[in-house]
């Protein structure tokens, strides 16, 4: 696992990270002639990255707008692994506005390309493939009120 940030200068800001895992059953024998053991666990995906680029214009007096990516990498929907989802990518939006000392606008565009991807993904013998879809391209706006001490 990586993550890294930097601030550059007083305008832009980057993030990153990644994560690079395995997860594997030692041993699992759910039934009688059924034998998992050494296979990947389902809905387990092998890589997750993401990173984030952010920037303060004078023109926002405070603001920020950040562009992000997120990935999911491919994983298997079954435990037999039999059954593959290829995984997916998505880009977000940031804004955020300082309104009054403590009180700020923000709005977030959640999967800006409308991509078509599923938040889980399972096999079953009995069912077949199943997806939850993810969220399509959302809006979300919203005060931010910070009550701590100053």
């Known amino acids: 696992e990586l993550a890294a940030s930097a601030t550059l200068g007083q305008i832009l800001d980057v993030?990153?990270?990644?994560?690079?895992?395995?997860?594997?059953?030692?041993?699992?024998?759910?039934?009688e002639g059924v034998d998992y053991s050494g296979n990947t666990m389902e809905d387990?995906?092998?890589t997750l990255a993401s990173a984030s680029l952010g920037i303060r214009p004078?023109?926002?007096?405070?603001?920020?707008?950040a562009l992000e990516w997120s990935h999911v990498g491919a994983f298997w929907m079954d435990p037999a692994n039999t059954h593959r989802y290829d995984g997916h990518d998505l880009l977000h939006v940031r804004?955020?506005?300082?309104?009054?000392?403590r009180?700020?606008?923000?709005?977030?565009v959640h999967n800006v390309t409308n991509e078509r991807y599923a938040e889980t993904a399972?096999?079953?013998?009995a069912?077949?493939?199943?997806?939850?879809?993810?969220?399509?391209?959302?809006?979300?706006?919203?005060?931010?009120?910070?009550?701590?001490?100053?």
Not at 19 to 24: E, F, G, L, Q, W
Not at 103 to 108: D, G, P, Q, W, Y
Not at 122 to 125: E, I, S, V
């Open 15 to 31: 993030s990153a990270s990644y994560t690079r895992a395995t997860h594997r059953y030692e041993e699992w024998l759910p039934s």
């Open 44 to 46: 387990a995906p092998r």
């Open 58 to 65: 004078p023109f926002l007096a405070g603001g920020r707008i």
């Open 95 to 101: 804004a955020q506005q300082p309104l009054l000392d």
């Open 103 to 108: 009180l700020s606008v923000f709005a977030r």
């Open 122 to 125: 399972a096999y079953t013998d």
């Open 127 to 150: 069912r077949g493939q199943e997806y939850a879809p993810g969220m399509p391209r959302t809006l979300y706006l919203g005060l931010e009120w910070n009550g701590g001490s100053r």
